[in-house]
Each structure stands twice: as structure tokens, then as C-alpha cells.
């Protein structure tokens, strides 16, 4: 499924507005506040609601697969008022 990935570092310590949406490498300051392991985020934003599905069912499978050569998949956040899966 065609979406953007970023790589990104997750925080040590929680933003002070209190947003958990991961932020893209160009975005962050590199610091103390954010783990040394990158990963990367797929972000899915559409309207259609099929291709959502499409994502979540994406995710589930990657959610149980190990291969070195697939990378692998830890969460997934929805955000419906945005119309976006990460």
C-alpha cells in the first residue's frame, strides 16, 4: 500500500503540549529526551475508508510475520478525526 515512512526516535520524556504523534528525523532535536534506535512510522492519510481497512489488515499480518528481510511492525495508532493510521 502506498503511503509515506518516516524515520523516527521516540521520546524519553512526553511533550509538554502532550501530543503523541511521532515526529519525522527533520523535525526533532536530537537530545537526551529521545531513544538512540530509529524506527521507521508508515503514515496512511485518506478519506477512503476501504484503504484504511486495507492498512489495519496490513498491520496485523506484519504484526505476526519475522523475516530479516521484512521489516516488522510494533503498534498502530488511529486517529479518525484526522482521517489518518500510523
Known sequence: MHA???KCFKRTKP???GETT???????KVGEEFEPTPFA???VRDDDEEKIIAHK???EILKILTHPNV???KEIFDDPFKKEVY
Open 71 to 73: 521489516v516488522g511492525a
Open 15 to 17: 511533550r509538554p503540549s
Open 57 to 59: 489488515k496490513e498491520f
Open 41 to 43: 512510522v508508515k503514515i
Open 22 to 28: 511521532p515526529l519525522p528525523v527533520d523535525k526533532l
Open 4 to 6: 509515506a515512512v518516516y
